[in-house]
C-alpha cells in the first residue's frame, strides 16, 4: 500500500507565496508521473500543474508564470511551489501520482488534500 501526503496548506494573503509538498510513501520503487489538482466550493476539480518521470511540465492557463511544479526522485516528493496568489486560487489541492509499487505495477494514487486560502 502506497500513501500520498501532501503538506504546506495554510492562509495566505493575495500577492504571497506557499509551497505545497507531496511525500510518497509504502511499498513502492518511485514515482512516475506527478500532479497537483485543486478543487473550489460548488466547482468540479481541476488539473494544476503536471511533472513527467523525465522532468517535462504542463499548467492550466491560469497558473502559468506562477506555479513551478518540480520533484525529488530521492525524497519521493513532489512541490508545488505557488507564487503571487490570487483569491481565486483559493481551493483544497489534492496531490496525484502514478506510483510504481514494489509488485511492479503502476497504480494511480490521491492524497487527501491541503486547503490553500488567499484572502486579506
Known amino acids: 500500500q502506497v500513501q500520498l501526503m501532501e503538506s504546506g496548506g495554510g492562509l495566505v494573503q493575495p500577492g504571497g507565496s506557499l509551497r505545497l509538498s507531496c511525500l510518497a510513501s509504502g511499498r513502492m520503487f518511485n514515482i512516475n508521473n506527478g500532479a497537483w489538482y485543486r478543487q473550489a466550493p460548488g466547482k468540479l476539480r481541476e488539473l494544476v500543474a503536471q511533472i513527467g518521470s523525465g522532468g517535462s511540465t504542463n499548467y492550466a492557463d491560469s497558473v502559468k508564470g506562477r506555479f513551478t511544479i518540480s520533484r525529488d526522485n530521492a525524497q519521493n516528493t513532489v512541490y508545488l511551489q505557488m507564487n503571487s496568489l490570487k483569491p481565486e486560487d483559493t481551493a483544497v489541492y489534492y496531490c496525484?501520482?502514478?506510483?510504481?509499487?514494489?509488485?511492479?505495477?503502476?497504480?494511480?494514487?490521491w492524497g487527501q488534500g491541503t486547503q490553500v486560502t488567499v484572502s486579506s
Open positions: 496525484n501520482a502514478d506510483i510504481w509499487e514494489r509488485q511492479r505495477t503502476l497504480k494511480n494514487y
